[in-house]
Structures are given as structure tokens and as C-alpha cells.
């Protein structure tokens, strides 16, 4: 039996860097740290890092806090999140993933730019993900959210369309998107589009594919939160029909370990690589209880 943990999957760059910084206050200091909103969206490494003593709270609670440090995770946060924090003498511990962070200045200086001409900003992203959140927010709510290529019908092709995406949307979604709207839009309004979807995600989506067509069986290991991990499974799954997303390894079913020469483990952005291995662990128990 061949057991094989995907090397390309796992947190990127953003959740590292959040879950770091994390560790790194908790480590040094005795005062309590918050973190606003799940810092990643994986059950179990939030778990970990609540025994560690990260509080997790939502923007009711944050609104009523003083005099407290919270955590920024690498979604991003909305232009109020800050204005909130001067109010109430919060210590902002900005961990917003630097890619999503120019995204939200280039949406931000284009609606400032805003002339007589009407325009409108369109984000190409999945409506209340915390992403998209701080991206509408820095347009004063103005945005135009679309979720699927199947939505850019509703926009208005006489006016000017400013087309821009979540970090985590598939590439091949958001140029349907792009090819609709030229081929819509009116010779009197203006069209301009920028790819701004993270590399670091979008290149896992061929190997993913790669990864999962080589192994007779596949773990995808996910939280159930992630909108990242649901594209990157469907992926997964249209090349291999027997893979399964779990969330921890106590999901494991020993019936699907059943006539497979060749397991594959993979995951999400959010998901934390002793998860993996947990698993893969978990497999060999099995495996060997069987025997």
C-alpha cells in the first residue's frame, strides 16, 4: 500500500503568516488576544489554537470591545473594522494577506477616482465571504458581488464595467465572466478587468487534478467552511471519483481503503499539514487492524 501527502497542499502564504503572528502574541504575551472571525477555515487547527488561548469572536462582540488587542486574520477587513478600532482603542494586529490587501487599495483608489461618468465596480466572489466583505467595503457597499458567470447577465452593458475577483475563484470562471461582458458591452461604455485571483491558489487547481488522478482513492482533508476547499475538491473529485472530503481523520471510512493500491492525501489552503499526516496515520491503523 502506497500513502502519498499531496506537497502542494496546505496553507498558503496568507493563513502561514495569520497563524504566526498568532502563535508568535500568544507565545509573548499575558494579555488576551482576539481574533475577529474563524482565522482559518479549518475546525480543527482553530481548536489548536484556542487551547493556545485565541479568543474567536464575531464583529458584535468586537464592537463593544476596549482597550483590547485583536487579530486580523488574512481575509481582510472593511475600512469601519479600523475606524471601530481608533473609536475603542483597539490594537489592530493586521495579519490581512498582502495579496488581498493591494486588491482592496486598487478597488478602493478606483472608486475614489469616480468622475460624472457612472461606473460600476463588479467583484467577481462569493456573497458574505469575509474577503468579499472588505472588498464591497471599500466602496462603501457600492459593489456589484456576482458568485458565477451565469449572474454577469444582470450588470448593465451601457455603463462602465470595472471587473475584479476574490483571490480564491477558479480562473477559468473568471474569463467566461470576461468574455460575456465583451461581447455585451456597448462601443459607448468602457470595460476594463484585472485578473487579481492568487497564483498560489489557482496553480493548485492543475495539480490537484494531476495529484488525484495518479492514486486509486483520495482524502481530500477540508474544513467544511472553506469555499476554497469545496472548488479544490470538486476539482479533485471530477478527476478521481473515489476521493472523499473529510475533516479530521476520525471520518475515515475503512471501506474505502478497500481494494486501493495507491491512497492520496490532500487538502485545502486552510488546511494544516499535520492534519495530513494525522490521517495518513489513521490509514495505517486501519490498514493494520484489517490485517
Known amino acids: 500500500m502506497k500513502i ?7 496553507f498558503c502564504f496568507g493563513v502561514t503568516r495569520a497563524i504566526g503572528k498568532a502563535e508568535e502574541v500568544l507565545a509573548n504575551s499575558q494579555q488576551p488576544l482576539y481574533c475577529l472571525g474563524d482565522i482559518v477555515h479549518n475546525s480543527m487547527e482553530c481548536d489548536r489554537l484556542q487551547r493556545m488561548g485565541l479568543i474567536t469572536i464575531g464583529h458584535e462582540r ?10 486580523l486574520r488574512a481575509h481582510g477587513e472593511p475600512p469601519q473594522t479600523y475606524h471601530k478600532a481608533k473609536e475603542n482603542n483597539i490594537e489592530i494586529i493586521d495579519a490581512t494577506c498582502p495579496v488581498v490587501l493591494h486588491l482592496q487599495e486598487r478597488i478602493k483608489k478606483e472608486y475614489d477616482s469616480a468622475s460624472g461618468r457612472p461606473k460600476q465596480i463588479v467583484i467577481f466572489g462569493k456573497n458574505g465571504h469575509a474577503e468579499v466583505l472588505g472588498l464591497v467595503g471599500q466602496t462603501d457597499g457600492t459593489a456589484i458581488v456576482i458568485e458565477k458567470p451565469e449572474e454577469v447577465a444582470r450588470l448593465d452593458f451601457n455603463r462602465d464595467i470595472y471587473l475584479y475577483s476574490q483571490t480564491t475563484k477558479p480562473l477559468d470562471e473568471f474569463r467566461k465572466i470576461v468574455e ?23 496553480n493548485r487547481m492543475p495539480h490537484i487534478r494531476e495529484f488525484a488522478s495518479r492514486h486509486d482513492m483520495v482524502l481530500f482533508v477540508c474544513g467544511k467552511k472553506s469555499s476554497n476547499g469545496r472548488v479544490l475538491f470538486n476539482e479533485c473529485q471530477s478527476a478521481n471519483p473515489r476521493s472523499y472530503m473529510i475533516d479530521s ?3 475515515i471510512e475503512p471501506r474505502w481503503l ?16 499535520w492534519l495530513m499526516e494525522e490521517c495518513k496515520v489513521r490509514i495505517e491503523q486501519l490498514l493494520g487492524s484489517h490485517e
Open 62 to 71: 468586537y464592537n463593544q470591545l476596549h482597550d483590547a488587542t485583536v487579530l
Open 258 to 273: 478497500v481494494g486501493c493500491k495507491s491512497i492520496g492525501i490532500c487538502g485545502a489552503t486552510s488546511t494544516p499539514a
Open 249 to 251: 481523520a476520525n471520518e
Open 180 to 202: 460575456y461582458i465583451q461581447q455585451h458591452i456597448s462601443p459607448d461604455a468602457t470595460f476594463r478587468y484585472y485578473d487579481t485571483i492568487c497564483r498560489q491558489v489557482a
Open 4 to 10: 502519498e501527502i499531496d506537497n502542494g497542499s496546505g
